[in-house]
């Protein structure tokens, strides 16, 4: 029950992102005649703001109830978008731009600490997926409503926008916190995590691996992942720097290159550099953008539930390797595209149907593979910094496309993407040989781990660890 409330607060609060985004630009340059730079500089401080709050909000998901944060969040992003209203100098909507990026992005780790607490080892992968899917509903839903009732001829024509957008974040809140308040009634009606460990993101053990995994019940984060198994890593987190403790491990170190390089390899190039290439290279009609867009978005919704059940048992780096890959074929389709005119369109919008292929695998992956790599007591601040690399490298990607569009290096352009999706496959690969590379335990056929150390909350409860059959693969570390 809270796994599906959080799904829909999650597509609820995407319909700020729709609802906006896609017409901040033009309403600052041209219906408030600020210029382009104001525009450019609203979406930079945007990001800005992302890229700040991302890894802030995963560290107080790890130490406050992540409910809490990810509400409180979303309150701040409504605050700044609706403050957008009564902006009507450029200063004031810069401000209100990088508000409404930092409680957006703020959300975004505390929620994915939310998915991991509110689901069990057998369901993990289709709670993301599901969760991946109805934000992407929403943003379509978001920029489909303010499309009908947006005026960009009018000062206040985006008004409505911004509304939409602040009204989604608070249902969206009120959501979230009506899914904690039911897991909290749940604890005080006297129900142990143990009678349903997982489904509360209790602790597992991977015998092929000894990794441990423990919900702290004081905060709900996951509290252990120990891949070393020599539980110092609270002490090292302590007297080294974050950054040097969350990348100490070379599987998350090459999960950080996958993120980046599947960022760049698409979704970097989503909204600008793909459509940039589309008109000026291969000369589709501008119309064809939109129909590539609706396809990727329907793709997902038509695949993603059979495609999380026909990768269930498959191992997360295996299941990057073929995103990799998917992102490899999608870029030699473009390629190909150039020299063969009379089907370009055809195979542009055939691309973004492939590459929504990809992105139905890739979502329910790599923020539970995230996690299950993390450093003991730091699954939020990881995913957090997880997040802010894919904001940082994605916003630096229509920059690029626009260099070397701009200077006719399309060559350059379309070698560069394909460079950075092989190298996805390559860092996948390298993040099975890591996990390959972790000793098997001597005492792997023992008794189950003792029982975590209990916390004290508002209800105690104690968090049970519970050993997993051995997987089919010692890297098949998220199950379903």
């Known amino acids: 029950m809270r796994a599906r409330l959080l799904i829909l607060a999650s597509a609820i609060g995407s319909l700020g992102w729709g609802a906006v985004l896609p017409y901040q630009y033009a309403y600052a340059a041209d219906t408030r005649d600020w210029g382009a730079l104001v525009a450019a500089g609203a979406s930079s401080l945007f990001s800005i703001g992302a890229l700040v709050a991302a890894p802030l909000a995963g560290r107080l998901a790890d130490r406050f109830d992540p409910v809490r944060v990810a509400v409180i969040a979303q309150l701040l992003g409504a605050a700044g978008v609706a403050s957008l209203v009564f902006a009507d100098v450029p200063a004031l909507f810069l401000a209100g731009m990088l508000v409404f990026g930092l409680g957006l992005s703020a959300a975004v780790p ?8 509110w ?12 969760k991946f899917t109805g934000e992407a509903l929403g943003m379509a839903a978001g920029a489909f409503l303010a499309g009908l009732v947006v005026d960009l001829d009018r000062a206040d024509g985006l008004d409505i926008g911004f509304m939409m957008a602040a009204g989604g974040f608070v249902l ?7 899914a904690g308040r039911l897991s909290f009634a749940r604890r005080g009606a006297g129900g142990r995590p143990g009678a349903r460990a997982a489904t509360a993101g209790a602790a597992s053990v991977s015998t092929a691996t000894g990794s441990i995994g423990a919900i702290d019940a004081a905060t709900g984060a996951i509290a252990a992942v120990d891949l070393d198994g020599d539980g110092h890593a609270d002490g090292a987190a302590r007297s080294r720097g974050a950054l040097r403790v969350i990348f100490a491990q070379p599987a998350m170190r090459w999960t950080a290159v996958v993120t980046i390089a599947l960022a760049l390899g698409f979704y970097a190039q989503f909204e600008s550099g793909l459509p940039a290439y589309g008109i000026t290279v291969l000369d589709v009609d501008p119309s064809a953008i939109g129909l590539a867009a609706a396809i990727n978005c329907l ?3 038509a695949l993603q539930v059979i495609v999380v059940k026909l990768t269930a048992k498959r191992s997360a780096p295996a299941l990057l390797m073929a995103v990799g890959s998917i992102w490899v074929v999608s870029w030699l389709i473009l390629s190909a595209a150039q020299f ?10 055939t691309t973004y149907g492939i590459f929504a292929v990809g992105e139905t695998i890739y979502s329910p992956v790599l923020n539970p593979l995230t996690a299950q790599l993390a450093p003991k007591g730091m699954v939020g601040q990881t995913l957090g910094t997880i997040a802010a690399l894919q904001t940082a490298f994605s916003a630096a990607g229509p920059l690029v496309a626009g260099v070397l569009l701009g200077a006719g290096l399309t060559d350059v352009f379309l070698g560069m993407h394909l460079a950075v999706s092989a190298l996805a496959v390559f860092a996948a690969w390298r993040i099975k040989k890591a996990l390959d590379s972790v000793p098997v335990p001597a005492d792997a056929d023992a008794e189950p781990a003792d029982a975590v150390e209990t916390a004290a909350g508002p209800a105690e409860a104690a968090a049970v660890i519970v050993r997993e059959e051995p997987p089919t693969t010692p890297v098949d570390l998220v199950r379903a």
């Not at 505390?110 to 607490?117: G, I």
């Not at 689901?119 to 599901?130: L, P």
């Open 110 to 117: 505390a929620k994915q600490v939310l998915a991991l607490n």
């Open 340 to 349: 063969s005119p009379g089907i370009a369109t055809a195979l542009f919008v």
């Open 172 to 178: 969206s809140s009120a959501i979230i916190a009506l």
């Open 119 to 130: 689901s069990s080892s057998d369901d993990r992968r289709k709670v993301f997926a599901y």
């Open 299 to 301: 793709v997902i919704v």
